[in-house]
């Protein structure tokens, strides 16, 4: 059984920053890829950003590009997401979830309670 933890969230002007984090519980961190999805209100779910369990693979969606940085602490079982140039676009919960196996695409097994990101403009 794996919990994440989500923590950081909050309310910023447009252009500031925000860093969230995910604490998760469980041996099999270090192997599980980690993500970052996001859900606006009236809008799906969308996959945002993830790391592979070791690090050294990511992914970025298109619009968080260059914004957006993901990162992992294997050691103290922490995932990151560091939000700079924040749009009022990017309002929405977060959520953290994890997944075995590699790649993007599949069943992301377990999830955060996520964490209300909101951009004022």
């Known amino acids: 059984q794996v919990q994440l933890v989500e923590s950081g969230g909050g309310l910023v002007q447009a252009g500031g920053s925000l860093r969230l984090s995910c604490a998760a519980s469980?041996?099999?961190?270090?192997?599980?890829?980690m993500g970052w999805f996001r859900q606006a209100p009236g809008k799906e779910r969308e996959f945002v950003v993830g790391?592979?369990?070791?690090?050294?693979?990511?992914y970025y969606k298109d619009s968080v590009k260059g914004r957006f940085t993901i990162s992992r602490d294997n050691v103290k079982n922490m995932v990151y997401l560091q939000m700079n140039s924040l749009k009022p676009e990017d309002t929405a919960v977060y959520y953290c979830?994890?997944?075995?196996?590699?790649?993007?695409?599949?069943?992301?097994?377990?999830w955060g309670q996520g964490t209300q990101v909101t951009v004022s403009s």
């Open positions: 469980g041996r099999t961190f270090s192997s599980s890829v």
């Open positions: 790391i592979s369990g070791s690090g050294g693979s990511t």
């Open positions: 979830a994890s997944k075995t196996g590699s790649g993007w695409t599949g069943v992301w097994d377990y």
